[in-house]
């Protein structure tokens, strides 16, 4: 069975409505059959793809973003970034930017990212007077960036696959997260004037600063605690994890906020979510075992190669594939066939591979709200009610926004590089 | 059958929450020993990496059962409730395969690599115990859901508990 | 095709690695593959997958043993998994020299211990030799035990090796190979363990810039071919495989002792001090009860080591 075969087999797959992780392991299974491999080395496969200390960070960041969504501490920082920046033109918007931003610092994945943001501010922008579409769009496209914001999963996840210190990758996405968060708070500041009025009354008084403030510090204090531990060298990146979700319980008793029934939903919801994810990356593991084994990688390496002397025809070709493929695959699969596959013509075409990473994390990120593909522009739109054709066009300078900053990691490594070369 | 259905999910939410927490402890512990007592742990890594695989294949049977498997739905939303029932049909009927082939799949290797133990010394089978565990709690959601469908949801829920994907 | 191999001339034998694709081990197995394809008249073509490519070594040595891989090559601590006596090559100071292990390793200890490789399924072809296996760190140089005291030193996850870094005070860190750089580069180790190549080549140096020649341990590796595909083949392709693997055996280590000098060299442009003044002695006084400990578990083999 060719390569060609398998992908069509996939995509038609997922688009008849086979969950992802089903199309993945089918395809995967029927090729094991194909080259004579008993079911045991195809679950040999999955285990040992699965079977990573790394990958430990994914259960502890969704049941850290679990904890605090449902002990209120990520409304207390979307309230008291309201009061920061909510009172200018499109403030609401760029709140909901900067929100997603801390809480993405907190959750490690774009989709509870969007859902955790997208139902507390929704809701006030539409009485904002914002149309349902253009405030959908506003949450998706801050979500996308979630994937730059240390502890992202999909990071960790490439971390793991590429073999690139959690730390540098962490720190290398921290700068682009910020430029792009900006152009995007800048969007939403020319829409609100000139094409999409919008009618924020947000009264700001010191007092209810103060307060804000005061009811954010907490859980503003976990990022610190997560990127500082590993910062200091108290604990690796998965341990940190551990130590977040300690922190968010320390926090959800200290607001009294989750009741004993809360807990269970919240621990089945984490295990739930993380078993979607994990079988996702598992299966996906036997996949990218099978393209190995057939030497798919060498031949794509090959036809892929006659690009790699020209940067700007190589690094094009790399940001549609991803694009595309990460929105079918929902990311994370994605990324574990290709990054390995990929990673080596890279460093070719003179990418480095950190600056590689980022690069492909940020069009990942763009993938998942990718309209009507992406997982997470299906979560936006349920939550404005709204059809996803419809968050299409609101997304269009959002994805101008995104792009641009791809071509910038592209072509201008210190974008990312340099943040990381700092503490080296 | 109802009965037995709920009691079977209630031992998969405890046991995914009893995983869970025993992998946060595990780690603290791990850290707890290196950092404050300088007495790493030589165990700890691997108890908590076989916890996780646990955790993906009791998941993954949560996730079969609970309907939170990444879809893309993009036309479901315009068929009938007969034509919806059709292709969730078809995606159990997808998804049971991968499942029954991957616990069929561990059970062989496990026969095969009976004497394997991880280098702390624990069997390598209690480890991959866990694939087919998961695949027959699965596997058991989708011949239900197939004989007996729970009733079809309204529409697509955006609610955060259902989204898996997108990390 | 539904076969591994088919639809050529040739049979394809795929040969599963975990080392870089510029690792001498590489190019020696390479090597092996020009070795068996004129033994075999061209019948036989090996396909070497580099780079941890087909999985880890725990994976593929797994794979090997149940056929759907033909052959791969370990470190020996990992062939742990299948039976603990093999452990016993862990054990520091098991050779006062690396001659002293050859010799062992092609006399009677060898043969026990493929005896019970044969026993999993892995029919070993060659013995690799990785040099000596030494301390490094970001802290100190190291001279003798009481320069460990306290070190937080990364090792390898077998009990054998965590046990003899605790009894030389160091604090022996079980990690993953693949987290050491990270952890390394955070301070959550300050050190860890390997021959020169690996800690060039892994980047490790650029962290860790003390290195010390303890020479506390025989680096072997086995090249081996699954028991099951072997038995499988006529016998003039098995002598085949077996020719191919003597000759491999010692073109490897050729290979190994130039590529040593090369990286030991890379290592000092890195910024790297080194000392070899290592108190062997006051090593392997704190290691007794290490011996004592595992002799039980190590039974016969460990009255094959020269040293015990
Ligand atoms: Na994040
Ligand atoms: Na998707």
Redesign the pocket.
């Given at each position: 069975m060719t390569l060609a075969v398998g992908f069509v087999g996939i995509v038609a797959l997922i688009l008849i409505g086979v969950p992802v992780v089903a199309a993945l392991g089918t395809v995967g299974l029927a090729q094991a059959w194909w080259d004579g491999l008993p079911l045991s080395a195809a679950a040999q496969s999955v285990y040992h793809g699965l079977d990573s200390f790394t990958l430990l960070a994914i259960p502890l960041?969704v049941l850290t973003g679990e904890i605090l969504h449902r002990s209120g501490a990520a409304e207390r920082l979307v309230r008291f970034v309201t009061m920061l920046v909510g009172w200018l033109p499109g403030g609401l918007g760029m709140s909901v930017v900067a929100s997603t931003m801390l809480?993405?610092?907190?959750?490690?994945?774009?989709n509870a990212?969007a859902a955790a943001i997208g139902s507390t501010m929704i809701p006030p922008m539409a009485k904002a007077g914002y149309r349902r579409p253009w405030a959908a769009a506003i949450v998706a496209a801050a979500s996308g960036t979630?994937?730059?914001?240390?502890?992202?999963?999909t990071?960790i996840v490439l971390g793991t696959v590429a073999q690139i210190s959690i730390r540098d990758l962490f720190l290398a996405a921290l700068i682009p997260a910020a430029v792009v968060a900006v152009a995007k708070g800048v969007v939403i500041y020319f829409y609100a004037k000139y094409v999409e009025p919008t009618g924020e009354r947000v009264e700001v008084t010191a007092a209810a600063l103060g307060r804000a403030a005061v009811s954010a510090m907490l859980p503003l204090g976990a990022p610190v605690i997560i990127l500082g531990g590993i910062l200091a060298g108290i604990f690796t990146a998965t341990e940190a994890a551990a130590v977040a979700v300690l922190y968010a319980v320390l926090l959800a008793v200290g607001y009294r906020s989750v009741s004993r029934s809360d807990w269970g939903t919240i621990l089945v919801n984490a295990g739930r979510i993380s078993g979607v994810v994990l079988s996702l990356v598992g299966v996906a593991q036997l996949l990218a075992f099978m393209l190995a084994y057939d030497q798919v990688g060498v031949e794509l390496a090959d036809w892929t190669s006659q690009f790699t002397g020209n940067y700007l025809v190589f690094v094009t070709i790399l940001m549609i594939l991803f694009w595309i493929l990460g929105a079918l695959l929902d990311g994370i699969p994605a990324l574990v066939v290709l990054i390995p596959l990929f990673l080596p013509l890279a460093a070719q075409a003179g990418m480095g591979e950190l600056h590689f990473a980022i690069f492909s994390l940020a069009v990942f990120g763009i993938s998942l709200v990718t309209p009507p593909l992406g997982s997470a522009s299906f979560i936006v739109t349920g939550l404005a009610k709204i059809r996803v054709v419809d968050l299409i066009r609101p997304m269009l300078p959002f994805m101008a926004v995104m792009f641009a900053t791809i071509l910038l990691l592209a072509y201008v490594p210190a974008f990312s590089e340099w943040l990381p070369s700092l503490v080296r | 059958m109802r009965a037995a259905l709920r009691a079977v999910t209630l031992a998969e939410n405890i046991l995914i929450g009893l995983l869970l927490i025993g992998i946060v402890a595990v780690i603290l512990a791990q850290v707890f020993f290196r950092y404050a007592l300088s007495q790493p742990l030589s165990w700890s890594t691997e108890v908590a990496t076989g916890l996780l695989l646990y955790v993906a294949f009791v998941g993954f049977a949560i996730g079969v059962r609970d309907n939170a498997h990444v879809t893309l739905n993009l036309y479901e939303r315009r068929l009938s409730d007969r034509g919806r029932r059709v292709v969730r049909s078809v995606e159990l009927v997808f998804l049971g395969g991968v499942l029954l082939a991957l616990g069929v799949g561990t059970v062989q290797y496990i026969s095969e690599q009976r004497d394997v133990t991880t280098p702390a010394g624990l069997p390598l089978w209690t480890i991959l115990l866990a694939i087919p565990l998961g695949s027959a709690l699965g596997l058991l959601h989708v011949v239900v859901e197939l004989i007996a469908p729970q009733p079809l949801p309204d529409e697509v829920s955006a609610e955060v508990d259902l989204v898996g994907g997108g990390v | 095709s539904r076969h591994p191999g088919g639809g050529g001339g040739a049979t394809t034998i795929r040969l599963g690695d975990d080392v870089a694709e510029d690792n001498p081990e590489i190019a020696a197995e390479r090597w092996f593959g020009d070795q068996v394809k004129s033994l075999t008249g061209g019948k036989y073509e090996v396909k070497v997958f580099p780079n941890a490519t087909l999985g880890d070594s725990n994976r593929m040595n797994e794979q090997v043993r149940s056929g759907t891989l033909q052959m791969s090559k370990s470190l020996f601590s990992n062939l742990t998994a299948f039976d603990k006596r093999l452990g016993v090559l862990s054990l520091p100071y098991a050779f006062a020299k690396p001659e002293d292990g050859f010799t062992a390793l092609s006399g009677p200890l060898g043969d026990e211990c493929k005896k019970i490789l044969d026993g999993v399924g892995l029919t070993v072809l060659s013995w690799f030799y990785t040099g000596t296996r030494n301390v490094y760190n970001t802290k100190r140089p190291v001279h003798g035990a009481a320069d460990l005291k306290g070190l937080r030193l990364r090792v390898p996850q077998n009990p054998v090796t965590v046990d003899s870094f605790n009894a030389l005070g160091a604090q022996a860190t079980p990690l993953p190979a693949t987290e050491i750089y990270s952890a390394l580069q955070q301070g959550v180790i300050d050190g860890a363990e390997n021959n020169p190549i690996y800690y060039v080549s892994s980047k490790q140096v650029e962290e860790a810039k003390h290195w010390s020649w303890t020479r506390h341990q025989l680096g072997v590796d086995v090249l081996m071919v699954s028991k099951k595909f072997f038995a499988e083949q006529p016998a003039d392709v098995q002598d085949a495989l077996v020719q191919a693997g003597k000759l491999t055996q010692d073109h490897e280590r050729e290979l190994w002792n130039t590529q040593t000098d090369i990286f030991v060299k890379k290592a000092q442009d890195a910024g790297a001090t080194s000392n070899d003044d290592v108190d062997v002695a006051s090593m392997q006084t704190a290691l007794k009860p290490v011996f004592d400990k595992y002799r039980p578990t190590f039974g016969d083999l460990m009255k094959l080591l020269p040293v015990a």
């Open positions: 960041f809480f993405s610092g907190l959750s490690g994945s774009v990212d979630g994937i730059l914001i240390p502890p992202s999963i990071m | - | -």
